[in-house]
């Protein structure tokens, strides 16, 4: 798995491997996001790896959520998928998967 972050202004997606199975993780990002002005509500799902966060773009910026991540060690955007990479990326596995099964049965 690799870093991904998607934006648009009072909510961003970030996917990390750090926060993938990992519960204690998720306990400090808690903390960390907890202890920054304007955030309004956050999903972290340890399963895909994926952290949601809302917040008002008025007291945080998504630079700052960011580097607040970054700072802690819990993700990397100079290795960070942009939107369109992350979409080619899951098609193009998706179309292999989908040929290797249709190779089986016919």
Partial sequence: MSYYLHHVPGR????TPHV??????????????NALPGIEF???NTVTGSIIINYNPQDV???KIVSVLEESGYFDS???MS??????TA????????????TIFI
């Fill in 61 to 63: 910026s998504e630079d």
């Fill in 91 to 102: 098609v193009s596995r998706i179309s292999h998967t989908a040929v290797s099964l249709l």
């Fill in 20 to 33: 993938k199975k990992n519960r204690f993780i998720v306990e400090e990002i808690k903390q960390l996001l």
């Fill in 78 to 80: 100079s290795n960070a």
């Fill in 83 to 88: 939107n369109d990479q992350y979409i080619r």
């Fill in 42 to 44: 956050y999903e972290i």
């Fill in 12 to 15: 961003l997606r970030v996917k």
